[in-house]
């Protein structure tokens, strides 16, 4: 078991209908994001080296800030469990403000977030060999020689086995998708 990665939206009845999920439509390999990708959105908090997508954003020219402004929308247990913690009313209502200032912050992020990921296809598609460009680290639980080659060569299921390159194609694939469903605001949930 791990930790999952997921795309939600300010509209998630009418993205993620029962149609979504019928196997026929296929969106499950094609917008499914793998458990290294969300070990890799994460490790900006777990490791001491500058972040793999620090980096990327770095070597492409392309500010990554709106991938991880995804992280920062403050729903369901975590806003609840900063809730539990508030010792005094007070501080429940700072936190109850923070979260409404944080969701504005994001509201209408998608057409932002989508040229955020297709600029990143667009300059990596260029680089041939990522994983030499990228520190060497000794908590390496990307597997980065593997996950980082081969950016144009969707390798995985469209889950287990992903590089890279093939959750990038994903995430933009789910982006278009959930604007075509009239999404404006997007954010990662994980579980």
């Known amino acids: 078991m791990g930790l999952d990665i997921s795309i939600a939206t300010n509209n998630y009845e009418e993205v993620y209908s029962p149609d ?5 439509n296929n969106y499950f ?7 290294t990708f ?10 001491s080296h500058e972040p793999e997508l620090d980096q990327i ?5 392309v500010d990554i800030n709106p991938i991880y402004s995804m992280e920062d929308y403050p729903v369901g247990d975590g806003l609840e469990f900063f809730l539990e913690k508030a010792e005094t009313e007070e501080e429940r209502q700072a936190i109850l403000r ?8 994001l509201e209408g992020n998608i057409d ?17 060999n990522l994983p030499a460009l990228l520190q060497q680290t000794d908590f390496d639980s990307l597997d980065n020689d ?10 995985g299921d469209g889950y287990i086995g992903n590089n890279f390159g093939q959750d990038l194609r994903n995430f933009e694939r789910s982006l278009k998708f959930a604007k075509e469903k009239n999404a404006t605001t997007v954010w990662f949930t994980y579980g």
């Open 38 to 47: 969300c070990n890799f959105i994460c490790r900006r908090n777990v490791i």
């Open 29 to 35: 390999s094609t917008h499914n994001l793998s458990r």
């Open 146 to 155: 593997d996950y980082f080659s081969d950016f144009d060569i969707d390798k």
């Open 20 to 24: 979504y999920y019928d196997e026929e």
């Open 57 to 61: 954003g770095k070597l492409t020219g």
């Open 112 to 128: 932002l977030v989508i040229a955020t990921i297709s600029n990143l296809i667009a300059n990596l598609a260029m680089i041939k």
């Open 98 to 105: 923070d979260a409404k200032e944080r969701k504005e912050q």
